[in-house]
């Protein structure tokens, strides 16, 4: 591991080569994580259709799975993908979106863990759940705060092999051994529709930045989201022009900037 390696860093060198990134999500965040990618430097790609999704993974440099809106045509899709991106060694991120509200839900994310992912990026009670443990979560909304769901996070990651990432307050991100907290965001950003998995979209950018170094990959995702929402909501007036601010904050934010205002600590 590069101790010394920076969120800053890390967004410089995805800028000066930006990635080209699958994106499979719902139909709720596909414009507005499209946008984001482009704003923090990446190529955004919706592909979900099961006859080419396995094709575009293997082209991509990072393939995401979000399964906000899931179908049995959508599901195959993301398994196609997902063995096309193991087989050529792309990382891929996967977002399973309240996966514990529907049996078919809690089936496809089944099938996609076995497929191995890179990393696993979910809210509190999305992860807790995953783990085998009783969330408060209702629909896509998390009622666990982050601290709760440490450990099911740390418990995931030895059992996949997988960095495991749990959004909210304070991010947390842990590959099983090391561990890493993350402040800053803002209170607007839950009230901003598909951020969350416009995120998840962006720790695809970063993890084909560097992709074997996925753990500082996603600490370096998560700070840059961390830095621009603090930024976008010290001159916003409430969710609807933080939205706007939050990509403009993206576009604009510097590798020294991101440097200097990354809240980043060891756990």
């Not at 010394?4 to 990134?21: A, F, M």
């Not at 409430?238 to 990354?262: C, E, K, M, T, Y």
């Amino acid at each position: 591991m590069e101790d010394q390696i920076s969120p800053g860093l890390l967004l410089r060198e995805l800028r000066s080569q930006p990635p080209l990134v699958h994106c499979i999500t719902n139909f709720v965040a596909m414009n507005i994580a499209a946008n984001v990618l482009l704003a923090v430097g990446a190529s955004p790609a919706m592909v979900h259709a099961e006859e080419e999704a396995g094709e575009f993974a293997a082209i991509a440099g990072a393939l995401t799975i979000n399964i906000g809106t899931l179908s049995s045509g959508w599901m195959r899709g993301m398994e196609a993908a997902a063995s096309a991106a193991r087989e050529c060694g792309k990382p891929w991120v996967l977002d399973p979106v309240a996966h514990y509200a529907t049996g078919f839900r809690r089936a496809a994310v089944d099938r996609l863990l076995e497929l191995g992912p890179t990393v696993i990026r979910g809210n509190a009670s999305e992860i807790i759940a995953l783990a085998g443990g009783s969330s408060r979560g209702r629909g896509v909304d998390s009622h666990d705060g982050v601290e709760q769901a440490e450990e099911s996070a740390r418990l995931i990651a030895r059992a996949h092999g997988a960095i495991v990432a749990v959004t909210g307050v304070v991010d947390f991100v842990t590959d099983g051994l090391r561990a890493a907290r993350i402040a800053g965001g803002s209170a607007w950003m839950p009230q901003v529709t598909a951020l969350g998995c416009s995120l998840t979209c962006v720790v695809g950018a970063f993890a084909a930045v560097r992709p074997e170094m996925p753990f500082e990959a996603t600490v370096a995702a998560l700070a840059t989201f961390a830095v621009a929402g603090e930024t976008a909501a010290s001159r916003a007036d409430g969710p609807g022009s933080f939205s706007w601010r939050f990509l403009d904050a993206l576009a604009a934010l510097d590798v020294a900037s991101l440097d200097h205002q990354a809240k980043v600590f060891a756990a």
